[in-house]
């Protein structure tokens, strides 16, 4: 139904409710709330009314058609790598390589070598030799693997382990009785007694190499080690090869073996 229609039927209700009623509104003061209400006699034709009011906001339309294609999106990461392809076919030969060396060739220069360093090795033999021979002359003494020399001088006990070690070896201890020999056969030719890398100094009556082991081998003398004085924890060789402790600070001749 129309809203014109509707506003007809309206007009008609009210216009019927006031004819049976005077006390209620007048024609006029209603009429305007309809454009289409007509008052007054019916002797003719009134002017037309003024345009109604706006209507209701009608119902949501249809849904439209589809709409034009959108622009192109951004690259996306690239895919996950294929199957392996097929096999290519087989290359042309290559150029021919230079000739090779005789393995007979390397086993003569391996000979040569060899010789070289026999050569070198019977030289380094040879030196060994001399500077012996020069260490025995000048008083040292080969004792198994041992070197044992002597600088001719009396020290006392540290000062004689001193010159030892900075020279690169050891205040002497015999470990047997062939080493004791060749320190006693080295003493006889300067002194009459030589220190010898023992001592007792850290604890009483415990004799020590200076290395700090405690000793495996001994020649004392008759009576010794006595501790005269309570101050004696040095050890001393005796031109017979026998030992004797006697104070540190007495000096004796050093013997150094390498
Ligand atoms: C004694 O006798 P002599 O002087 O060689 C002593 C040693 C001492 C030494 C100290 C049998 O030796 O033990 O170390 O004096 N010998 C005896 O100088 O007592
Ligand atoms: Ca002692
Ligand atoms: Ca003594």
Not at 4 to 19: E, H, P, Y
Not at 29 to 49: D, F, K, Q, Y
Not at 79 to 91: M, Q, R, S
Not at 101 to 107: M, N, Y
Request: aromatic content about 4%.
């Amino acid at each position: 139904m129309h809203v014109l229609q509707v506003c007809k039927l309206v007009t008609l209700g009210i216009t019927l409710v006031i004819t049976m009623d005077p006390n209620l509104g007048k024609c006029e003061e209603i009429s305007n709330t309809c454009a289409v209400i007509s008052c007054g006699t019916h002797a003719h034709n009134g002017l037309p009314g003024r345009d109604g009011r706006d209507g209701k906001e009608g119902p949501k339309g249809e849904q439209g058609d589809v709409g034009l294609q959108g622009l192109r999106g951004l690259q996306g990461p690239p895919g996950k790598a294929g199957p392996t392809g097929p096999k290519g076919a087989k290359g042309p030969p290559g150029e021919k390589g230079q000739e090779g060396k005789s393995g007979l060739l390397d086993l003569e220069d391996l000979r040569t070598q060899f010789r070289a360093l026999g050569g070198h090795m019977q030289t380094l033999q040879d030196n060994l030799e001399k500077q012996q021979k020069i260490l025995l002359f000048l008083g040292g003494k080969k004792i198994g693997d041992k070197v044992l020399v002597t600088n001719g001088k009396e020290e006392n006990f540290d000062a004689a382990k001193e010159k030892c070690t900075d020279a690169g070896g050891l205040l002497a201890a015999p470990r047997n009785e062939a080493e004791n020999a060749a320190i006693q056969d080295l003493l006889q030719r300067d002194a009459s007694q030589a220190f010898l890398g023992i001592s007792d100094e850290h604890v009483e009556g415990l004799f020590k190499y200076v290395s700090g082991e405690q000793i495996t081998f001994s020649n004392w003398n008759l009576g010794e080690p006595n501790n005269n004085k309570d101050a004696e924890d040095c050890v001393e060789i005796l031109s017979d090869g026998k030992w004797n402790d006697i104070p540190c600070s007495l000096a004796r001749l050093v013997i150094c073996e390498f």
